[in-house]
C-alpha cells in the first residue's frame, strides 16, 4: 500500500514536468488523488482574490453542470472555511457538521454525507481548496492518508504557482509597463490573428488610431512626471471603455490603438464618436486641483474595405489621424 502511494506521488511529481495544460496537470494530479481514495465526487475550487469568493475550477461527477457557475463566499460551507483558516477539515457526517452549507445540494440535488476539504498552499497564503465528496470511513482514515492528502495538495499548489508566475512572466511582455495596455509588438500579434479570424469568417475588423492633443504642452508646462502619469490616466480611461471582442495598445508616445474585432465601420464611427465625447467629458486630476482636459485626433480604418494588410491598415488609419491632426484637431476622419 505504501509502496502504491510512493509510485503515485512519483509520478504526480513527473506530470508536473510535462508539456501539457494546466487543466491537464489539475485532472491528472486529482485523478491520482481519487484513484487512491475513491470520493463519490471531487472539485477543484480556487480564490478569486478581487471578489474574496471562491469558484469552482474543475468539478468530476455527476453533478458537475449544476455547480460549474456556483460560487461561495470565503468562510462559507466547508470550502470557504478551509480557504479562510487554511486548515483541512475531515468531515464524517455533514449533519452533525456547524460548518456544512447545502447551497450546492440544494442547486445539484446532491446528497453530501461527508467532506474532506484540504487547501491550497504557497507561503501560508491559500489558493484555493479541494473537495472530496462522500468517501467511506472518512473517520479512519489514518495519520498516513492525510500527509498523503497534504502532498498532493502541494503538488497542485505548485502547479497553480507556477501557472501564476508564467503568467505574470507573460504580462510582461506583452503590456506596455505605464498604461497597462498591450506594447506595440503584441499589437501587431493580435491585429494578425483578428485579420486571419475576419477572413475566415468573412467579416471586418475596424482600427482607431488615436493621437492625445497637444500632450507636450502638458509636459512643458507641468513636467514629465505628471505627464507620464496622465498616460497612465489615459490608459485606465481606454481600458474602461472596451466592450468584449475590442482591445487596446499604447503604440508609442501619446499614441494608441484600438483594435475591434467583427466591427464594420459604421459601427466603429458611433463607437469612437462616443470615445472621443466621453474623453471630451473627463477632467483628469481633479483631486489635485490640476483639472486637466485631454482631446484627441482619431483616425478610422477598416478591413477588407479600406486595406489588406495590417501594415495598410496602420497606415491609412495613422494617415487619417494626422489628417484631423493638422487640421482643426479633436476629430474622426474615416475616410
Not at 475550487?45 to 453533478?63: H, M
Request: charged share 30%.
Amino acid at each position: 500500500m505504501v509502496e502504491n502511494r510512493i509510485k503515485v506521488l512519483n509520478e504526480i511529481g513527473k506530470t508536473l514536468t510535462s508539456a501539457i495544460t494546466l487543466n491537464e496537470v489539475f485532472e491528472k494530479i486529482l485523478d491520482k488523488m481519487a484513484e487512491i481514495f475513491d470520493p463519490e465526487n471531487w472539485s477543484l475550487l480556487l480564490v478569486d482574490e478581487e471578489k474574496n469568493e471562491l469558484f469552482f475550477k474543475i468539478i468530476v461527477g455527476e453533478v458537475s453542470d449544476y455547480l460549474k457557475d456556483i460560487r461561495l463566499k470565503i468562510g462559507e460551507g466547508v470550502a470557504g472555511r478551509v480557504a479562510k483558516t487554511g486548515k483541512a477539515l475531515y468531515i464524517s457526517d455533514v449533519a452533525k457538521s456547524r460548518f456544512f452549507s447545502d447551497k450546492t445540494d440544494n442547486e445539484s440535488s446532491f446528497n453530501t454525507k461527508s467532506i474532506i476539504c484540504i487547501p491550497l498552499k504557497i507561503r501560508n497564503k491559500t489558493l484555493g481548496v479541494i473537495e472530496l465528496i462522500n468517501l467511506k470511513n472518512v473517520e479512519s482514515l489514518t495519520r498516513h492518508d492525510k500527509i498523503t492528502l497534504s502532498t498532493i495538495a502541494d503538488y497542485v499548489a505548485i502547479a497553480l504557482e507556477n501557472a501564476k508566475n508564467f503568467e505574470q512572466i507573460n504580462q510582461l511582455l506583452i503590456k506596455d509597463d505605464l498604461t497597462e495596455l498591450y506594447n506595440s509588438k503584441h499589437l501587431h500579434k493580435i491585429l494578425e490573428k483578428g485579420i486571419k479570424n475576419a477572413l475566415a469568417s468573412e467579416t471586418c475588423l475596424s482600427i482607431i488610431f488615436l493621437d492625445l492633443d497637444s500632450f507636450k504642452n502638458i509636459n512643458d508646462t507641468l513636467g514629465h512626471l505628471i505627464g507620464s502619469r496622465l498616460l497612465t490616466e489615459i490608459g485606465k480611461f481606454i481600458k474602461k471603455k472596451l466592450i468584449e471582442g475590442f482591445s487596446a495598445s499604447r503604440y508609442g508616445g501619446d499614441e494608441f490603438v484600438i483594435i475591434l474585432e467583427n466591427t464594420c465601420k459604421k459601427v466603429a464611427i458611433k463607437y469612437c464618436s462616443e470615445l472621443q465625447e466621453s474623453l471630451n467629458k473627463t477632467v483628469f486630476f481633479s483631486k489635485d486641483n490640476l483639472n486637466i482636459k485631454m482631446t484627441a485626433s482619431f483616425g478610422i480604418a477598416t478591413f477588407p474595405e479600406d486595406a489588406d494588410s495590417k501594415e495598410r491598415l496602420l497606415y491609412i488609419a495613422d494617415k487619417r489621424m494626422y489628417k484631423v491632426k493638422n487640421n482643426n484637431k479633436n476629430g474622426i476622419s474615416y475616410s
